[in-house]
């Protein structure tokens, strides 16, 4: 029964349904509740932005949508995340497969202690094992370029990456999670470490990268959900208090929580 459920969810995932969609999603740790009743579509070609104050549960849905909570003994979760229509929670689903598809970039910088050219080949290598000499240089240029990286570290590629700026580290990151071509990208506050050309950079990428993934950045930063974010999602202690285009959150807020938050008198 479950089977045939699943396969029929499939065949009728359209263009048009959410990439991601959220169900009557709670989650614990423990007694602790840190999601309550979380409703919301995620579509293709847009940044959605999750906001809201510190230990509302926004790290924590990101971390539902590759199955990274997992690892946490004490995390449990009740109701449904459906990816490309698939519920990714069942207990045969291809977590490796699902991490490949959902990729992600921390708040910190974490780029191996080893040199530029193995932060890529590494994890290039893993994905595709017959890969030849050349194409695996091919393919980690191409990275490097679409993180915008590759003319400022160009001769410098054996070198270790630890020796490279924090945003030049970020973007190294970003280079490394477009290795695995995930089809989301999931961004935990990934500017919060970085000075405002650092940021601007790496929001020029999430404007490019939009065309052709689904990104979901956490953010802190309101002018930055505003100049990037297509969605936003307000959480308040666990709750999706309101969610819609940048322009309803921003300029028309509909909830007093919302309008305190955005303008900063929380
Ligand atoms: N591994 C864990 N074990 C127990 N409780 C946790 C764990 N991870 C998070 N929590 C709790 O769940 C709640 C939500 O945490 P989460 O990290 O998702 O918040 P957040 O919105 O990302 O906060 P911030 O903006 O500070 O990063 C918090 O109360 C937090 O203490
Ligand atoms: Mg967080």
Known sequence: MVMQLEVRKRL?????????????LDVFYGEKQALKDVNIKIFKNQITAF??????????????????????????????????????YTSDHDVIALRKK????????????????NNLSLPIKEHFPKITKEDL??????????????SE????????????????????????????EPEVILFDE???ALDPI??????????????????IIVTHNMQQATRIADKVAFFFQGEIIEQ????????????????RYVTGRF
Do not use: W
Request: overall charge negative; hydrophobic content about 35%; proline content about 5%.
């Open 12 to 24: 009728e995932c359209v263009e048009t349904d959410p990439v991601i969609e959220v169900s009557n």
């Open 198 to 215: 650092s940021t601007m950079k790496i929001e020029e990428l999430l404007m490019r990268f939009k065309e052709k993934y689904t990104i």
């Open 190 to 192: 990934p500017c919060s």
């Open 244 to 259: 819609g285009t940048a322009d309803d959150l921003f300029v028309n807020p509909q909830q007093e929580l919302t309008q």
């Open 153 to 180: 570290i160009e001769n410098r590629i054996h070198e270790s990456a630890l020796k490279l700026s924090g945003g030049q580290q970020q973007r190294l990151c970003i280079a490394r999670a477009l290795t695995i």
């Open 102 to 117: 959902v990729g992600m970039v921390f708040q910190q910088p974490n780029p191996l202690p080893t040199s530029i050219y």
């Open 51 to 88: 906001i809201g104050p510190s230990g509302c549960g926004k790290t924590t849905l990101l971390r539902c949508f590759n199955r990274m909570n997992d690892m946490i003994k004490t995390f449990r979760m009740e109701g449904e995340i459906l990816l490309d229509c698939e519920d990714i």
């Open 137 to 150: 240089m091919n393919v980690i240029n191409k990275k490097l370029s679409a993180a915008h990286l590759l």
